[in-house]
């Protein structure tokens, strides 16, 4: 929709050139959530599409992930063959709510800075070890873990200055087994509840991200694969029966049991492959 | 800057926070639609550089030095040269859309689909809503279906043949109501009230009225006095008058206190932000039983009166009767079933949003062009809101994009002509999204308790209803709804011991009004449930229970009260569609449930309406031989995706021997004379339908009379052929018979009226099989049949398409939606983000059967079949959940989340 309120937008090409931050600003990156409800607050956009950013690079250490990276260009990525784990790439993209003609505007920055429960490019980033790299207004860097980075419903580390620069996925991530789960109240709807199972065979060790069930993204590392009691109980530990997220999209005590049932068909599936 | 757009270049500069889908619409490029304004609905797809987008989330500067394509350039995208683009054509085979407003972003997607996509459409069109065909024409189109046929001169009826509308809608030409840009187009926004009930002490307009652009605020001090009701019907006085075009007291919040006009959408936003109201806080009710209690706040200080019944205790209306004995019949049930079911409030969701235009032309006369089902209705309104006389005021509409009841209400015409009539300036009124969630009208919720006894044998030997509908703020269809819903979910069954009590409730709420079958839907949910319990007790299967208890020709019809006696079996199919279901799911065909742990159940129910709504239903067609010896036809009725102008232009053909391309429609437009109740009441084909082919026997003998004399043959031997008139064997081409008369001076034109009485009564029964996860609570429906009687089924191919449609938001009401509002009275759920409509994904393929039936009132032996394909459909969905889960669900949606739960106890 238009942004009646907008009269300036700032398009810079270089680190340089971007504008001191004032109050009525807003980061332009695909712009699919800024453009889908009225902003009546800001004055300004500053376009981070300028700045040139290369979008995706794979190498050994692993892949980086610029936050304007399209979300259409990542599902596409052709990725080297011993990284497994990039099926998630795929099953992430189709968790969006959103169809694939928002994938060529909407950017993996912007879903993560969005900060939604049902975050696909959040679930998917966080289960892999993602690591943001945040650019603050004094020129310097600093590096979040994306399990750390969003703090809960519409709501990040992030200064209103700040802004994401990148996600890295290490490539020992990449290698690991995964297993997938997802549901929504409708066949194709929001995420009510999004988990990643992740098993790296020679170590052994078995992590569970739990995300759109929960406020934020909630992880579980077991050294070694658990029994289904000890996951169940960890869980429901660390996840409490009011900790579970609220919305149109899924009441929590839905969430709570399909976040358990999940749990334990992940495990299951990986126990499996570790056999 | 400059940008090419279907490949030609646009030197101009959009505005800094301007999505594309304005910027393109600016340019004249029309085709691209406004549906939710917010990515969801996929109405403004367009490609930019062959990539499709959400053209209303793309910031418009971005689009400078990239290919756009709209719809009005996809024949061409590719070099294709100008003929239509082969997903076009495939659109237009298979009449893969009714409205139309979804349907250019439908086809930019659909042709932008590799193989990969078009082999998991639900997937791929997931960003692509249509409330109106249910998405299998859509299916249809893209595997490549060919549904149209062309028919015989004189032989329409009965054939496949396609919308007049469609080469037009396929291509983006169609206009719809805001496809239009008149030169000095002012823009309105609506302040609204953040108060569920409030007086207004006073409101500063100064800082409105001093951001550049702004032309004018109107407030209550600027409406006239008159008090009306949004709601339309052909009796004046139906509905409550409680409304004023802007009020003082607000009632709900999202209600409009005061219009801003100006010179652009963005300084009327601004406007209404500036605005400085003091609000005296005034205690408010939402819930409709603590709003029928004594001591509740009154939301309407006025006199009780024909359509209002007890304002000062929220009573809009209420309704008793009843027959027998209910508490002997119940003595004497063997088993009896007693539930209280509710159904929540659902939106229309048509996608185009309510609109209009309005201006003062040259003559001094109001022209309003709206998105409406009723233009004579709302002309005959807004003069006597405005002291008009009816002659200086004109109501039109050309292609409406969906309304499904939400039209039959004036909630955007009456404050677009207050400020046209002042300013004297084309006036434009555009609801967004997020209005027609807060501040248009919604379904009634209803809260129906029920009471079914049954005897061993099979006899159904008492019924109990009562019913409480929550209308909102204001009353408009209140009354006519609940008396709705009071009747023919009960008059369908025989049955000696009925009673039945129903009250509608003012609350601060947003209003509900009328919604596709109007009350019906919600009491049969209810009813339909409760009728399969009861069987179940007695060990009976429930489609048998229901063939020995329904009402059979010769049987009075008594709901809360018996029929008036102008409803009448014109027909009765209600026994074949029971028997086709029956056999349909018997069959054992459709889908396998996903794994084995799936469980799987079936379900039935059944509905019958009145083919018309009481208290009459009017309309005239007029039909002229042109000089080019075709037919022009004017009809008052809409085309809003309802089909109706492929029909008449079918009965026309029929009445007249010729093909329906030699009928010109003209429709919707009160200057074109006569008069026309509206398109609502599913009366589209059976009154204006039968208009229609009165008009056309009349013309018909009219022109066979003229060409005897003027001949002079005998008038049994002349003989109206497709485009001639054979007299013995001269052939006189039309074309010469109109010059002929030409000369005479006589005008070979005639007129057809319907009144709407009698009327008869149609019927629909639905099956489901369903699989409920044990553990998600998910549903999956394996097979969906619906057998209706339409009497005798004029477009094969449109009627099933309204049965599909009918199913699919039905569905959405069954399986998704619900209009939440919250404890402050604020509705929660704005944005098709939070209020799911069926997705392709979500809608399975329903099997259409047809009863073999004729009808004695309809036009050519056709019933209405628009609305009730809708109402069976929840209830028997519960059915067959119940019989799958074992247990009975007694509110709406049937979702995971609610079901998993129960299944687990």
């Known amino acids: 929709m238009d942004l009646n309120t907008i009269t300036e937008v700032a398009r810079p090409k270089t680190r340089e050139d971007v504008p001191t931050w004032r109050d009525g600003d807003a980061w332009l990156g695909g712009g699919t959530w800024l453009f889908s409800e009225p902003q009546n607050r800001l004055t300004r956009l500053i376009d981070i599409g300028a700045l040139g950013w290369e979008p995706l690079r794979a190498s050994a250490t692993g892949l980086e992930i610029a936050a304007t990276c399209t979300i259409a260009k990542l599902d596409a990525l052709a990725v080297p063959v011993e990284w497994i784990a990039a099926p998630l790439i795929g099953q992430c993209c189709r968790a969006f709510l959103a169809s694939f003609k928002i994938w060529n505007t909407a950017t993996v920055g912007g879903n993560l800075c969005m900060s939604l429960p049902a975050g696909p490019m959040i679930s998917l980033t966080a289960a892999l070890d993602g690591v943001c790299t945040i650019w603050s207004a004094d020129g310097s860097e600093r590096r979040v873990p994306v399990g750390d980075f969003v703090k809960g419903p519409l709501s990040n580390v992030l200064k209103a200055d700040e802004l994401l620069r990148r996600i890295d996925i290490p490539a020992a991530a990449l290698i690991r087994r995964t297993a997938f789960r997802q549901i929504s109240l409708a066949k194709v709807g929001r995420s009510a509840a999004l988990l990643i199972g992740t098993f790296d065979p020679p170590t052994g060790e078995f992590v569970l991200t739990v995300t759109a069930s929960t406020p934020r993204p909630m992880k579980f590392s077991f050294n070694n694969l658990p029994s289904g009691h000890e996951l169940r109980a960890r869980i429901e530990r660390e996840i409490p029966a009011n900790g579970y997220y609220d919305d149109i999209h899924g009441a929590p005590e839905w969430r709570r049991h399909m976040t358990l049932h999940f749990a334990e068909e992940i495990r299951n599936e990986l126990a499996e492959q570790a056999r | ?905």
């Open chain 2, 1 to 905: 800057m400059t940008f090419q757009i279907n490949g030609k270049s646009f030197p101009d500069t959009p505005k800094a926070g301007q999505c594309l889908r304005t910027f393109l619409r600016q340019l004249g490029w029309f085709g691209v639609k406004k549906g939710c304004d917010a990515g969801d609905c996929g109405a403004c797809t367009v490609y930019l550089d062959g990539e499709p987008v959400h053209s209303c989330l793309v910031p418009a500067f971005r689009a400078e030095g990239r290919e756009v394509t709209t719809i009005e350039g996809l024949a061409n995208f590719n070099g294709l040269g100008n003929e239509l683009h082969p997903m076009q054509r495939a659109f237009l085979d298979a009449q893969g859309f009714q409205c139309g407003f979804c349907t250019a972003g439908m086809i930019m997607t659909a042709a932008s689909l590799n193989q990969a996509q078009r082999a998991d459409l639900g997937a791929a069109l997931k960003g692509n809503l249509c409330r109106c065909t249910g998405y299998r024409a859509i299916d249809d189109a893209i595997a490549g279906v060919r549904n149209v046929e062309d028919a015989e001169p004189g032989a329409a009826c009965g054939h496949n043949t396609p919308a007049p509308a469609g080469p037009d809608v396929v291509t983006g030409k169609a206009r719809f109501t805001l496809d239009v840009a008149p030169e000095g187009l002012l823009h309105m926004k609506l302040a609204r009230s953040p108060h569920p009930h409030a007086r207004i002490r006073a409101i500063d307009k100064s800082e409105a009225l001093a951001v550049p652009g702004v032309q004018a605020v109107f407030t209550y001090e600027d409406a006239p006095q008159t008090l009306f009701s949004s709601a339309r019907h052909e009796v004046l006085g139906t509905d409550p008058p409680d409304t004023l075009v802007l009020d003082r007291t607000v009632r709900f919040i999202g209600q409009r206190f005061a219009a801003v006009v100006a010179d652009s959408e963005a300084a009327a936003e601004e406007g209404c932000r500036r605005l400085k109201v003091d609000y005296e806080i005034l205690p408010a009710v939402f819930d409709p039983d603590e709003a029928l209690r004594d001591g509740a706040p009154m939301i309407h200080d006025l006199d009780p009166g024909k359509a209002l019944a007890d304002p000062r205790r929220n009573l809009v209306a209420e309704v008793h009767g009843d027959v027998g004995d209910v508490e002997a019949g119940f003595a004497a049930s063997n088993a009896i079933h007693e539930g209280t079911y509710y159904v929540p409030r659902v939106q229309h969701a048509h996608l185009e949003t309510l609109c209009a235009i309005g201006w003062v032309d040259d003559d001094g006369r109001l022209n309003v062009r709206a998105s409406t089902q009723v233009p004579f209705l709302t002309r005959r309104e807004l003069a006597r809101v405005f002291g008009l006389d009816e002659t200086k005021v004109r109501v039109f509409c050309e292609r409406v994009g969906g309304g499904f009841g939400a039209k039959q209400e004036m909630l955007s015409e009456d404050v677009v002509a207050l400020a046209a009539l002042r300013l004297k300036r084309p006036v434009k009124l555009e609801f967004t999204r997020e209005e027609q969630f807060t501040a248009a009208t919604t379904r009634h919720p209803m809260r129906v308790k029920v009471k079914i006894g049954a005897k061993r044998d099979g006899t159904l030997s008492a019924m109990q209803m009562h019913v409480v509908a929550n209308t909102g703020a204001y009353g408009n269809h209140g009354g006519p709804v609940l008396h709705h819903a009071c009747s023919e979910a009960i008059s369908v069954y025989a049955c000696a011991n009925k009673k039945v009590d129903g009250y509608a409730a003012y609350t601060n709420t947003v209003p509900a009004g009328a919604f596709r079958g109007y009350g019906l839907p919600q009491t049969l949910f209810a009813v339909e449930s409760a009728i399969d319990e009861v069987a179940r007790v007695i060990g009976m299967d429930p489609l048998e229970f229901r063939r020995r208890n329904v009402v059979k020709p010769g049987q009075p019809m008594i709901g809360a009260e018996e029929s008036p006696p102008d409803v009448i079996f014109g027909s009765y199919g209600l026994d074949q569609c029971i028997d086709l279901v029956d056999a349909a799911m018997k069959r054992g065909d459709g889908d396998k449930p996903p794994s084995p742990d799936w469980l799987v159940g079936e379900g039935t129910a059944l509905t019958m309406i009145d083919t018309v709504p009481p208290g009459g239903h009017y309309s005239d067609t007029t039909i002229t031989l042109c000089a080019d010896g075709g037919y022009d036809m004017t009809v008052g009725t809409a085309e809003f995706g309802n089909g109706t102008t492929t029909v008449h232009q079918q009965v026309a053909a029929t009445a007249l021997g010729t093909e329906p391309s030699n009928i010109h429609i003209r429709q919707s437009d009160s200057d074109h004379g006569g008069h026309d109740t509206g398109a609502y009441g599913s009366t589209g084909t059976v009154i204006a339908g039968r208009a229609t082919q009165l008009a056309g026997e009349a013309l018909r003998e009219k022109l066979l009379a003229f060409a005897a004399e003027s001949s002079k043959t005998a008038r049994a031997d002349c003989a109206l052929a497709a485009d001639a008139v054979t007299c013995g064997t001269r052939r006189i081409p039309l074309a010469d018979l109109h010059s002929a008369a030409a000369s005479a001076g006589i005008d070979l034109s005639a007129t057809g009226t319907a009144n709407g009485s009698p009327r008869s009564v149609a019927f629909n029964v639905q099956g489901f099989r369903v699989a409920v996860h044990p553990v998600s609570g998910e549903i999956r429906i394996l097979k969906s049949v619906q057998a209706a009687d339409a009497g005798t089924v004029i477009n094969p191919m449109q009627c099933r398409a309204q049965v599909e449609g009918g199913v699919a938001q039905a569905l959405g009401a069954a399986m998704f939606e619900e209009v939440v509002v919250d404890d402050r009275g604020r509705v929660t759920t704005a944005s098709f983000r939070a209020y799911h409509l069926p997705a392709f994904a979500d809608i399975p393929r329903t099997e259409v059967l047809f009863a073999k039936t004729t009808d004695k009132l309809g036009p050519y032996g056709a019933k209405s079949m628009s609305e009730s394909p809708y109402n069976p459909v929840a209830a028997a969905l519960g059915n067959a959940i119940r019989d799958a889960t074992g247990v009975r669900f007694y509110r709406l949606p049937f979702k995971p989340d609610r079901i998993f739960g129960q299944i687990a106890k």
